[in-house]
């Protein structure tokens, strides 16, 4: 029995998944495949790409700049 159109297209989106991943590993996005997943729909649903790379960047940070501190008063008890 052949595939269905909605087996295809599952099929193809994580082809694409897979693809974005490897690019992402080429590029030390440290992306994993759920987050390019998740990415992947936003731009699709009409998130600007660049705004999305950018707000990625400064969850990061910000979440860096928390674990520093946490580890700071951690150090400091």
């Known amino acids: 029995m052949p595939p269905s159109q909605e087996e295809n297209k599952q099929a193809s989106a994580q082809a694409a998944v897979d693809i974005l991943w490897d690019i992402s590993q080429i590029l030390n996005c440290h992306l994993d495949r759920r987050e390019i997943s998740i990415c992947t729909s936003l731009i699709e649903r009409g998130v600007n790409p660049e705004a999305l790379a ?12 928390a674990k520093i501190e946490l580890e700071t008063r951690k150090q400091q008890k």
């Open 54 to 65: 950018i707000t990625i960047k400064e969850l990061r940070k910000g979440a860096q700049e």
